[in-house]
Structures are given as structure tokens and as C-alpha cells.
């Protein structure tokens, strides 16, 4: 859905956006992760034709961004982080003026509209003032007006910022929801728990530089060179535990966490896993939890950025 080739952005000596390549198949929901500076609105002001790259190419599903941007802007919905909303106008209106600015036929509006409303959640309020909306209902309504085209990839600059926790929540609900209906989606983010369990893909960038990009599990599976196991049980000494476990080969790092829970790193296959299992048993430690720890996509920014500074 998108193909980003050479991507680069110059402000006279400044260089914002550095040669950065990048894939994103459809139908998927890719996070696009940073501090502040990182490049990433700049990244995505040139993905949907707002800003002339200093060099590089912009394909969407097929179109070259800046050799026919009028057929690529009918396939992108765009919402920057700060968006002018008409506060004098009803949340209807506002789609309805939005629909008119997509060019949409003024036969197919009006249920555009009502269809539109409903898939934000706001269809109670479709008479209302926008000045009279939370900020929450504010964002889905920006939402809304991205997506009445029914484009095939939306960008989201930094949406959940200034959101509180629930409206957090139905923001990425309403975007899994999106993406169900055939919609790739990229989202900025660098607040990273609101990426967590949502996005399958991810792109990490650092001072103008894509560091790392691809499926969560891909990018985890390169930064990580062992399993992180953890392990609770019942009753049983903690010297115990660490005495059966260092029999294994493929255990190392084992780390206490209180008396009755541990982790440790290893390096093995779930076979294995399964005998050090029995074996912890067999010594009468009575386990009530034991697996894998995942990694958060927090943990994966840490980890690599980590590396490139180092």
C-alpha cells in the first residue's frame, strides 16, 4: 500500500528525513515510533503530498505521489496532530463540508454522512456544535473527516495526544475497527503504550533515520539473541530453584523476583523448556505460572535506540 524509496528531506544544512526505504503491505495497522524531531511528521507530510521530498519516490497503492498526485490523494486520508475544527458548525455540517472538499457526488453525501457518524460513534450528536464536543469526540471527529472518501490508507499524525485514558481507548477501537473494513493505517506515536497490542508493524526512527521497520515479531526476533522465561511458584526455597535451573545448559541470568517468582534468560527450544519444566517439578517446586515474557514495543525502542547511541 505504500512504498517509500530514498526518502529525504533537506532544510538547508538540517537534514530531516535521511534516505529512508520503506514497505507497508495492506491492511496493516504500522506504528511509526520517535522522540520529538525524530522526522516523523515530516515523513508523513511527504507520504500524503503536503511536502516535496529533496529527493526519493512515494508510491501509493501503485501511484507515484508527485508524478499524479490528484489520483494518489483519492486513496490517502490525512489528520495532523493539530487540526482546525469549525466550531460553529454541527458535527454533520462539518462532514458534509469535507465530503463537498473530497469532491464526493452530492447524490451519495448525505448518507456518506449518516454512515460516517456512525462509524465514529457520534450519530447523537450529529446536531450538535462542535464547540460543545470533548476534545475525544473533537479527534474522532477529525477521524471522520479523513476517512468520508473511504481512502485505502490513512495517516495519523500523533493522534492520542492530549486524549485522556478512555477516549484513548475508543480512539483504538475505532481504528482497529478501520483497518477491519479494509483500511491500512500508519500512526504516529512517542507515546509508546498507546502503540502496545495494537499496531502489527512497526518503524522506529531516530534524528531523520529509520533505525528499524517490519512486523513487531521480525524486528523482536533481530534485537533478541535469547528468551526471557519467567517462572512463580507456591512454595519452595529460592536456592532451590536456582540450584535445579543451573543444571541446563540454556539457562543463564537467573534473576529473583521476591521469594517465589524468577526470570531467567535462555537459549533453547521448547522441547527443552518442557524437561527443565518436569525437572523443577520432579525437585518439588510448586509451579503455578511459567512462559515467555514479551517484549513491548517500549522495550524494543529502548533496545535499539540503546544500540545506535552506543
Not at 514497505?23 to 495497522?29: L, M, V, Y
Not at 535469547?226 to 539457562?251: G, M, Y
Not at 515474557?293 to 535506540?305: G, R
Amino acid at each position: 500500500m505504500i512504498q517509500v524509496t530514498g526518502l529525504r528531506k533537506e532544510y538547508d544544512e538540517l537534514v530531516a528525513v535521511e534516505n529512508v526505504d520503506l514497505t507497508i503491505p495492506p491492511g496493516e495497522i504500522f506504528g511509526l515510533i520517535g522522540p520529538n524531531g525524530a522526522g516523523k511528521t515530516t515523513m508523513i507530510r511527504m507520504m500524503c503530498g503536503l511536502l516535496r521530498p529533496t529527493a526519493g519516490k512515494v508510491n501509493i497503492d501503485g501511484v507515484d505521489m508527485y508524478q499524479a498526485p490528484e489520483q494518489a490523494f483519492r486513496n490517502v486520508g490525512y489528520l495532523s496532530d493539530f487540526f482546525s475544527v469549525y466550531e460553529d458548525l454541527t458535527a454533520w455540517e462539518y462532514l458534509d463540508y469535507f465530503a463537498h472538499a473530497y469532491k464526493l457526488p452530492g447524490e451519495v453525501i448525505p448518507q456518506r454522512v449518516d454512515e460516517t457518524l456512525h462509524q465514529i460513534g457520534l450519530e447523537v450528536k450529529r446536531n450538535e456544535l462542535i464547540k460543545g464536543l470533548s476534545r475525544g469526540m473533537k479527534q474522532r471527529l477529525g477521524i471522520g473527516r479523513s476517512i468520508i472518501h473511504r481512502p485505502k490508507l490513512l495517516l495519523l499524525d500523533e493522534p492520542a495526544s492530549g486524549l485522556d485514558p478512555k477516549a484513548r481507548v475508543e480512539l483504538r477501537n475505532l481504528l482497529l475497527a478501520i483497518r477491519d473494513q479494509g483500511t491500512t493505517i500508519l500512526v504516529s506515536s512517542h507515546i509508546l503504550p498507546d502503540l502496545e497490542g495494537f499496531c502489527s508493524m512497526i518503524g522506529i526512527m531516530e534524528k531523520g533515520r529509520m533505525l528499524r521497520s517490519g512486523s513487531i515479531a521480525s524486528v523482536s526476533a533481530a534485537e533478541t539473541q535469547h528468551r526471557t522465561v519467567q517462572l512463580r511458584w507456591l512454595q519452595a526455597p529460592i536456592d532451590k530453584v536456582r540450584e535445579t535451573l543451573a543444571r541446563f545448559e540454556s539457562v543463564a541470568g537467573v534473576v529473583a523476583q521476591g521469594t517465589t517468582q524468577a526470570v531467567f534468560e535462555y537459549k533453547g527450544d521448547d522441547a527443552q523448556l518442557a524437561v527443565i519444566v518436569s525437572g523443577l517439578v520432579r525437585e518439588g517446586v510448586d509451579l503455578v505460572n511459567f512462559g515467555d515474557v514479551k517484549q513491548t514495543v517500549e522495550d524494543l525502542y529502548m533496545k535499539i535506540s540503546q544500540h545506535e547511541v552506543n
